[in-house]
C-alpha cells in the first residue's frame, strides 16, 4: 500500500550501508548516522499489535519508547512502568554481609544524598547532546509514518466520513501526493486539521533543529526540493474541533509538484487530515480523486518519510564511585518492530587504579496492583497488572541479582562493577514489550508472552545476532553481566 519516498542518492547508499531496510546477518556494528542526516527524536512508537483492549498509539502500534533526561525510560503509552532502568552507583548496605534485601535497597534510595546510592546518572540530557547511531530504519523494518484509518484503535475519530489521513509522531512523517498544475494558472487548495505535537523529553528538545513541526509544502516531484511552504504549525491545533484551512497556490508554479502534509514530532504526536480539495477559477480540478480518503486504498497519496535512527547515545556524565569516579554513556536501541529495547550503560574508568562498586537498577511498575515474579532462571524479571490495566513488561539482566517485594511496585537490579585501570565495561538490560495485558491476579499467573520472549534472550544474547548487533564497535567484548 504505502512506500517509503525516494530520498538522496548518498543517503540511500547510507541506508543500505547502515542495514536499515531489512539488512542482512553478520556482526554488524553501529556508528554515528550520515552527516546531513536530520536530528532523529527520542520518544518511538513500537510496531506491535495490540492484543488486549488497551487501544494503540498509531494503527499497528501498541507502545511507546520515551527516554527521560537521566535515558531511563519514562512512562509511554502502554504504561508498564513508571520509570525504567533509573541508574544509581554505589555500594548498598548489606554488601559486605551479602544481606542486601528490597528494604534494604528501598531505604538506601529513601536517604537520597545522605546514602550509599546518592551518585545517579544526572537527570540533565541535553537534546543537543546525543548522538544518533545506525541504522536507519524504514518502512520496510515497520517504521509507520502515515496511514489511512478511521481512528477508532488510536482514539482519534475520522474528521469527516468514515476515514482520514494520519500522520504520525516520527522525526520525518509524510502524506504525499503528485499534483499536474497548469500553467499560469492560480489554485486554491483546501483542508481540514487537528495536530498535537511533541518535543520529547530532553532538555532543548523544543528548540531548533531538534523542535516538532507540521508543515504543508510544494516540493519538486523529481528531486524532492522543498518550492514552497504553504502552511506551519509549531505546537496544538484543532483540539476542539477540526479547523479549516486554505491556501493559494500562485500562478507559475511548476507543472508537476508534490504535495506533502509533513510531521516532524516525538511518539504521540499527531496530526489528522480530511477533505483535501484542489480548486482553480472554475472550480474543483477534475481528477483530483481520494481528497477525503475514503477510496478503496491510499492512492493517490502515498505514506513516506526520511530513514531514521532509534540508536541514541547519551552524553557523557562523569558518576563518583566511591573516592573515584566512573565516565558512563547510556545508549538505548530498538528496532521499529521489536519486542524489546535494549539500554547498555558503558562505565569507563579513567583512573589509573581499578574502581569496585554496584550498579543498581531501579523500575517502578505501573497499573493499579503490580505483581512480579523473578524468571529465566533469575536473570531476568516479569511485571504486570492484576487487573489488567496496564501491560506487561519484562527486564533481562543477566548475572545480576534481582530484587522484588509483593508489597511494592519496585523493582532493583543490582550487578557488581569491576573496573580496571584505565579499562571499561559495558552492562546490558533488555525491556520486553508486547501489546499485552495477559498476567493473572496472583504471582504465579505470569504473561506467557512476555515471558517467552524474555526467556529467548537470556538465553540468546549476546550470541544470537538478533539482540547483540548495532552495538557500537568494541562494546559486545565489554560487556560484563552476560
Known amino acids: 500500500m504505502a512506500r517509503l519516498a525516494a530520498v538522496p542518492l548518498a543517503l540511500a547508499l547510507a541506508l543500505a550501508a547502515c542495514g536499515g531496510s531489512g539488512g542482512g546477518g553478520g556482526p554488524r556494528t553501529a556508528s554515528p548516522v550520515p552527516a546531513g542526516t536530520p536530528p532523529g527524536v527520542t520518544a518511538f512508537a513500537q510496531t506491535v499489535p495490540a492484543e488486549d483492549s488497551l487501544g494503540e498509539v498509531f494503527p499497528g502500534q501498541a507502545n511507546t519508547w520515551v527516554l527521560d533526561r537521566d535515558f531511563s525510560l519514562a512512562p509511554g503509552y502502554g504504561l508498564q512502568y513508571a520509570t525504567a532502568l533509573a541508574l544509581f552507583v554505589g555500594t548498598p548496605t548489606g554488601t559486605a554481609t551479602s544481606s542486601v534485601t528490597h528494604a534494604s535497597l528501598t531505604d538506601d534510595l529513601v536517604r537520597g544524598g545522605a546514602g550509599p546510592l546518592a551518585s545517579t546518572f544526572p537527570f540533565d540530557q541535553d537534546a543537543a547532546e546525543v548522538t544518533f547511531l545506525t541504522p536507519l530504519f524504514g518502512e520496510a523494518d515497520g517504521l509507520r509514518t502515515a496511514a489511512v484509518s478511521d481512528g477508532v484503535e488510536i482514539g482519534l475519530p475520522a474528521l469527516s466520513g468514515a476515514r482520514s489521513g494520519y500522520l504520525n509522531g516520527t522525526a520525518d512523517s509524510r502524506l504525499q501526493r503528485d499534483l499536474s498544475l497548469s500553467a499560469g494558472t492560480s489554485y486554491t487548495l483546501s483542508w481540514i486539521e487537528r495536530g498535537s505535537l511533541r518535543a520529547g523529553s530532553l532538555l ?62 516525538a511518539a504521540e504526536g499527531w496530526v489528522v487530515v480530511d477533505d483535501v480539495a484542489l480548486a482553480d477559477g472554475a472550480g474543483p480540478v477534475a481528477g483530483f480523486g481520494n481528497g477525503d480518503f475514503e477510496g478503496a486504498s491510499l492512492a493517490p497519496w502515498t505514506a513516506a518519510g526520511g530513514p531514521q535512527s532509534q540508536n541514541v547515545r547519551s552524553g557523557a556524565r562523569d558518576v563518583a564511585a566511591g573516592a573515584a569516579s566512573l565516565r558512563v554513556t547510556r545508549t538505548f536501541h530498538s528496532p521499529p518492530s521489536a519486542t524489546w529495547g535494549r539500554l547498555v550503560d558503558l562505565f569507563e574508568n579513567p583512573s589509573a587504579s581499578p574502581v569496585s562498586t ?56 543490582v550487578h557488581r562493577l569491576d573496573v580496571p585501570a584505565r579499562g571499561r565495561v559495558a552492562v546490558v538490560h533488555f525491556v520486553v514489550q508486547r501489546g499485552q495485558s495477559e498476567g493473572g491476579p496472583t504471582v504465579a499467573d505470569v504473561p ?16 544470537q545476532e538478533e539482540y547483540a548487533r548495532d552495538l557500537e564497535p568494541g562494546v559486545r567484548e565489554a560487556v560484563g553481566n552476560f
Open 204 to 265: 532543548g528538545a523544543d528548540a531548533a533543529p531538534h523542535a516538532p513541526r507540521y508543515r504543508v509544502v510544494l516540493r519538486n516531484a523529481a528531486t524532492g526540493a522543498v518550492l514552497r511552504e504553504l502552511h506551519s504549525a509549531a505546537g496544538d491545533f484543532g483540539t476542539a474541533a477540526p479547523l479549516p484551512r486554505a491556501v493559494a497556490i500562485p500562478a507559475g508554479t511548476p507543472g508537476t509538484v508534490r504535495l506533502s502534509f509533513e510531521l516532524r514530532s
Open 448 to 463: 506467557a508472552g512476555t515471558d517467552s520472549v524474555a526467556a529467548a534472550i537470556a538465553n540468546g544474547f549476546p550470541a
Open 358 to 413: 554496584r550498579a543498581v537498577y531501579l523500575t517502578t511498575l505501573a497499573g493499579p496492583v503490580p505483581l512480579a515474579a523473578p524468571r529465566a532462571g533469575g536473570r531476568a524479571l516479569v511485571g504486570w497488572d492484576a487487573l489488567g490495566g496496564a501491560r506487561d513488561v519484562g527486564l533481562v539482566f543477566g548475572s545480576g541479582a534481582g530484587y522484588l517485594d509483593p508489597a511494592s511496585p519496585d523493582l532493583f537490579v
